[in-house]
């Protein structure tokens, strides 16, 4: 190594790519799969190294909830469903798992769990040291070479969700979160004129804090929204924080800071077949108050905490027991939606604006949708959804340099609404996620490395 005082210092990089790729919705066909999942490589562009390597690594644990178990074993790993594929994975079954001195360590102990789905949640991806990555087998790109896997029949209903480890391992670095809309096509369905696919899925990614691949209270958004505003962000580049606050998400989809949200009514409300949820929206639930924990007396209130603020509900309507139609006050941040779900629908309660939807503070004479032209269903349950609009950059206070010490877990799901109708049936869209790391030493203002304006720094 020559001397830093007297020579150019280069930066090392090295940029690691994963996809989610290839997801469909037909008949038969059409696919869910990954390209491009992991490749590994380093460029200089003219700088010398002086400094030491930068040394990024990337775990994931990849889920599908698609198609039964029964019904189509071969889209999932030996371990069922929803485990598709996992790295590292020492046996070969979908499932992460580490092979150490003493025993192999999984993700999740599927014994322990009588329905894969809830091993899922109930699971946390492993944290690796540096030491032991050499004894990480490569990944698998079977049975097709450029894809991980391949599922058809993906239906309105379906989801997905992959949760990356990642760590430096040699000297601190920045790091950016990058996405890219690498294909897409119309399936050629009678009715496919309408919205395209990457319109329609529903995607978020945040700081997935315990790696659990649920986005838990308190953890922070990265991005949300349809799938091609979200790889269209992403594209830009995002600088990850390696300290992220929870308070960078603002509950205000519109981006003001001010609650003087709107009033809504039942004329704001449209009939949503079978069961709505604020993830299929692409909002985030502020709180969900099932029918047993409801007021069911005329007059009476009930006030809910929940983690952006509380709910108060008032009901106007009670029949037989059942809230037939109720009134809300919000305290502390507004909604971008209200689901109330009664019969085998959901009202979905929200105002458009154009360029989105409005803020509400509070609402007025809403319920579940009418069983005839004057009586409702009963309540069954109530969302209360929001949106999460986090800054395009870390705050100047939160730390965006990694230290080579833990693990780091980044996540990213995806969502087709169960209400999305045939306008998608037989597209596909294909698309890559992507890590970059740049040193940190020598190199306090980064310069983001997907600005195809900005070249690369040296000093």
């Known amino acids: 190594m020559t001397d830093d005082n007297t020579n150019p210092i280069g930066l090392s990089r090295r940029r690691v790519l994963g996809g989610i790729g290839a997801i469909g919705v037909a008949s038969a066909g059409a696919g869910l799969g990954t390209t491009a999942f992991f490749s590994d490589s380093e460029t200089f562009e003219d700088n010398t190294l002086t400094a030491g390597e930068l040394d990024l690594s990337v775990t994931w644990q990849q889920l599908y909830y698609g198609a039964a178990q029964t019904t189509r074993p071969g889209d999932y790993g030996d371990a069922e469903r929803p485990f598709v594929n996992a790295f590292p994975d020492s046996d070969g079954d979908g499932l992460q798992s580490f092979e150490r001195e003493d025993g192999v360590h999984e993700y999740v102990d599927i014994d322990e769990y009588a329905n894969p789905e809830d091993a899922a949640k109930a699971g946390t991806n492993l944290e690796f040291a540096c030491a032991e990555i050499a004894t990480f087998d490569e990944p698998s790109f079977d049975p097709n070479g450029d894809a991980l896997i391949e599922l058809d029949d993906v239906k309105p209903g379906d989801s997905g969700e992959i949760t990356f480890g990642i760590k430096l391992c040699d000297n601190p670095g920045y790091i950016w979160l990058n996405g890219e809309l690498v294909d897409e096509s119309d ?21 997935d804090t315990d790696g659990n691949n649920v986005f838990d209270v308190g953890e922070t958004p990265i991005i949300a929204g349809t799938l091609r505003d979200v790889l269209a962000k992403l594209n830009d580049g995002v600088l990850l924080a390696y300290d992220p606050d929870p308070d960078l998400g603002v509950p205000d989809p519109n981006g003001s800071t001010g609650l003087d949200g709107i009033m809504l009514t039942e004329d704001d409300c449209e009939v949503v077949p079978r069961n709505p949820t604020c993830e299929d929206l692409g909002l985030f639930r502020a709180i ?45 941040f507004e909604v971008s939606a209200v689901i109330v779900k009664g019969g085998s629908d959901g009202n979905v309660c929200r105002r458009p604006d154009g360029d989105g939807y409005l803020t509400a503070a509070s609402g007025e004479g809403l319920g579940a949708p009418f069983r005839t032209e004057s009586k409702r269903y009963g309540v069954s349950h109530i969302s209360f959804c929001y949106d999460l609009v986090p800054p395009e950059e870390p705050p100047e206070d939160v730390p965006v340099c990694f230290e080579p010490s833990n693990t780091r877990f980044i996540a990213f799901e995806w969502t087709l609404p169960s209400f999305v109708g045939n306008e998608v049936q037989g597209d596909s869209v294909a698309f890559d996620l992507s890590f970059y790391a740049e040193q940190c030493r020598h190199n306090p203002d980064p310069t983001n490395p997907f600005d195809e304006s900005a070249n690369t720094t040296t000093t």
Do not use: C, M
């Not at 399936?187 to 700081?207: C, F, K, T, V």
């Not at 983690?307 to 009670?318: F, H, M, R």
């Open 187 to 207: 399936g050629g369905h009678p009715e496919s004129n309408g919205p395209e696919l990457a319109d329609e899925i529903q995607a978020r990614a945040w700081y």
């Open 288 to 332: 969900k108050i099932e029918s047993e924990d409801l007021p069911t007396t005329v007059g009476e209130s009930e006030t809910y905490p929940t983690p952006v603020g509380d709910v108060t509900v008032t009901a106007t309507e009670v029949e037989g027991g059942d809230l037939r139609e109720f009134d809300f006050e919000l305290s502390g």
